[in-house]
């Protein structure tokens, strides 16, 4: 792997990646910023989640003139989600430079993007149609434009866009620098590339293989509104020795590290937000054993190299199987067994079989354990906490208390209100996630799906039982019953807990 600080990348710009958590560059970086760099045309062939908009967003920034109000840049994207994803991880890099950024895309009040193109922005990042329907009423100028960018050309393609970006590129000036990124290249795709771009290089990364073969899979379908407290039933009963835990935004893994810690669970969180101290202050913690759960976004779990994870756990389905397979792979090392649970709303189900035919895998359906089976599970933990706590021998003067209690109560009784004392309610400890909107249904190609082609149930039928399990315990068998609705959530299935 390459270094950023090799790429002769400016200070400033160095500075916005650094703080976005990266260090080394993926292939596709590598490739498409020394050479976009050198300002030559690229055709860049690789699959989404490969790091490619900061493969192209980094030379994109790095030629901005910050005293030239005109818009020098110029991103086509697919969907108005790709626009936002895009146009949110170039503000980034671009932070430290001062970058004006500005997406525009259909469904938004156009009146209201008119006004924000007064703002002078330096770079554009849009969908084909408004696009062009800002071109049409000459709201956006593109004389000055001198790197234009076709994100998912294929998609585009796919989506009946081709003769719309015909009429972008000839509305930019010839002398600009095109780069163009696909994962397939279908023959009209060839043909822009030739019409259009000036003796491309070609940055070609091949597919990683996906090997997930000592990796359990399975997914849970879930509303919103019910994943945390599954989540919870399924720690208490999987009691996995380390966990990661994924969200889709730095919201999302603040909430759900907080909300574990509530429940009693030794969690943390990593974000692009954090500082690059306390993302290794946590990291060190995690490698440790002195958290139990690492809450972190694709972007923050980049590069770690942790060993140990038995359970990884997707509680946001991520937009891309390559992120999929990165994700899972934190699990599943040196030839242990791992166990991965997938979160998927019913409306993302299409997501997930793009997954499987990625992985050549199939996942395998759970019902989440009851209220019921996750208290059991909470219970043998306490039953090893007071074994644990009698085999250490030093009660002290706790002995005289228990034989003053003795002589008033049954022995049996005083054990049982002894465990349900250390076996929490969840309900004593109510949380709050905020919900995060599905992910969007991509018309056209890339990321298809058959939608909910599933039965709503699933295996993952309980054996109750919470004794720590090898390679997942609780896995269950298919149903066609749908799952039983979640009522409170659970307790941590550790030993170690925020106890006085």
């Keep these: 792997m390459v270094k950023f600080t090799e790429l002769n990348i400016s200070e400033t710009t160095l500075k916005s990646v650094r703080r976005m958590g990266f260090e080394e560059a993926t292939p596709i970086q590598e490739g498409t910023i020394r050479l976009g760099m050198e300002g030559k045309d690229i055709i860049g062939q690789a699959q989404t989640g490969t790091g490619k908009t900061t493969a192209f967003g980094i030379p994109l920034i790095e030629k901005i003139d910050t005293r030239d109000g005109n818009v020098q840049g110029l991103v086509i ?20 430079k ?35 329907d800002h071109i049409n009423r000459r709201t956006l100028k593109l004389e000055n434009v001198n790197t234009l960018v076709l994100d998912e050309a294929d998609e585009m393609l796919n989506m009946g866009f081709i003769e ?26 060839r043909r822009i590339a030739e019409k259009f771009m000036k003796t491309p290089e070609i940055v070609k990364i091949k597919s990683k293989e996906m090997t997930v073969e000592n990796i359990e899979q399975f997914y849970v379908k879930s509303v919103e509104r019910e994943k945390f407290d599954i989540l919870s039933r399924l720690l208490n009963v999987q009691q996995p020795e380390l966990a990661i835990v994924f969200g889709r935004t730095k919201r999302r893994v603040d909430e759900l590290a907080k909300a574990l810690n509530l429940r009693g669970y030794l969690a943390e969180g990593i974000h692009g937000d954090l500082s690059q101290a ?32 038995s359970h990884v756990y997707n509680f946001d389905i991520p937009q891309d199987p390559e992120s999929y397979v990165h994700r899972i792979g934190r699990t599943g090392r040196a030839g242990k067994k791992g166990v991965a649970v997938t979160f998927v709303t019913p409306r993302e189900m299409g997501y997930l079989s793009i997954v499987e035919r990625t992985t050549k895998k199939k996942m395998e359906a759970l019902v989440p354990p009851t209220a019921d089976e996750a208290v059991i599970g909470l219970q043998r933990v306490a039953m090893e906490q007071l074994e644990t706590m009698t085999e250490k021998n030093n009660l002290g003067s706790y002995r005289e208390l228990a034989t003053e209690m003795l002589d008033k109560h049954d022995a049996v009784d005083l054990i049982a209100a002894a465990l349900k004392t250390l076996t929490k309610d969840p309900e004593d400890a109510p949380v709050q996630i905020t919900e995060e909107r599905p992910l969007p249904s991509r018309g056209g190609g890339g990321y298809k799906g058959k939608g909910g082609g599933r039965s709503s149930g699933g295996g993952y039928k309980g054996k109750g039982g919470g004794g720590r399990s090898s390679g997942g315990g609780y896995k ?16 941590p299935g550790r030993t170690r807990r925020h106890e006085s």
């Design 77 to 96: 994207a697919p969907t108005r989600e790709l626009a936002i994803q895009v146009s949110e991880e170039l503000y980034n890099l671009g932070k430290d």
């Design 98 to 132: 001062n970058v004006r950024i500005l997406s525009v895309f259909g469904g938004q009040e156009i009146g209201r993007q008119i006004r924000a193109l007064k703002n002078r922005p330096q770079i554009i990042v849009g969908t084909p149609g408004r696009l062009l």
């Design 164 to 189: 719309d970006i015909q009429s972008i590129m000839s509305n930019v000036p010839e002398t600009r620098q095109t780069l163009l990124f696909s994962a397939t290249m279908p023959d009209p795709i």
């Design 278 to 309: 306390k993302r290794m202050s946590v990291l060190k913690q995690f490698k440790a054993n002195k958290i139990d759960i690492l809450v972190a976004t694709d972007v923050a779990a980049r590069g770690l190299d942790i060993s140990g994870v």
């Design 476 to 491: 269950g068998r298919r149903e066609s019953s749908s799952s039983s609705r979640p009522s409170g959530g659970g307790r």
